[in-house]
């Protein structure tokens, strides 16, 4: 494995803790939205580019827009 | 089951994940070598055979399109879904009372951040169609680049409020296209049987590797997921702004 793997996977490992430790929902959006940005970069120094992009597109963007949008309709649910 | 022996059983099974995945790695193959079989079995016969040179979309929407069809109905029945459960009848007669309450946003974008903003949707539109028609020369594909040219509208309505965005989408034509999508690659599969083969059978010309209109059915089934994916999200956005705003009103 070359340096720049051995990085990403190490980068991968301590976003994912740091994920973990994140209580509040809107934190942990944003937060999965960086980390599914390391992924993505993972994957590509895994010369994966297709899956890559999938995680970009889904990780990165898809996912936490779906989980915002939710917590806002759920914040004026409350009020 | 007391702290410490639920911490114990829970370190216990992550040392033997961790020793698992780590041996696992070890002798992982490498994305070059020859042992890999799924790759030596994918990337020589998609452009032998199909003239697509990313061999990831050939798999997906040529190799095993019919996995691909019932994931693309996946997403179809999802979106389906969403709409049913967030549908704001009246919301459409509200309208004004929505961009009312569109008008005290809690964050107002500054000049600078809107330009900005705006200043990127035609980059983002243009990336995302060349994503969706470069599926067979590069990485990407329909899904990908779908979600690409979903990001657009998005990116109005953080820049502009909802009424801009309301603007720029039809829900009635994004709709029709989201149906269009999904329709036109169950179309393209029935091209197969047409031609006396296989349902899902690439009986478009093929074209030479490397050139734009290489591939035959793999373009034409991306750009059909393009739209549908695309399609699906904007209309997920669009329920979701309406009904959060909707509830808005209600609430003030």
Known sequence: ?79 | MRRVSRLTVFFAGELGLAALLTAAALHEPGPTSERDRYRVATTAPSVDLRQVTDAVSAVNFDFRGIDTLGEEFILFVSVSGVLVLLREPEAEERGLIIDAADAGRDMKPTSAMRGWMVGTVGPKVLFGLYIVGHGALSPGGGFQGGVILATAPMIIYLADGFKVFRRIVKFRMVEIAEAAGATAFLVLGLLGILAGREYLTNVLPLGEANTASSGGTVVAISWATGIEVCAGFVLVMYAFLQHVLAKREAAE
């Open chain 1, 1 to 79: 494995m070359e340096l720049l793997q051995i990085t990403m996977l190490a980068m991968a490992a301590l976003f994912g803790t740091a994920l973990v430790f994140a209580r509040e929902p809107a934190s942990q959006a944003v937060g999965i939205s960086f980390y599914g940005l390391v992924l993505a970069l993972m994957f590509f120094v895994f010369q994966a580019p297709d899956v890559a992009l999938s995680q970009v597109v889904i990780g990165a963007v898809g996912l936490p827009l779906m989980v915002m949008l939710t917590l806002a309709g759920l914040k004026r649910r409350r009020e």
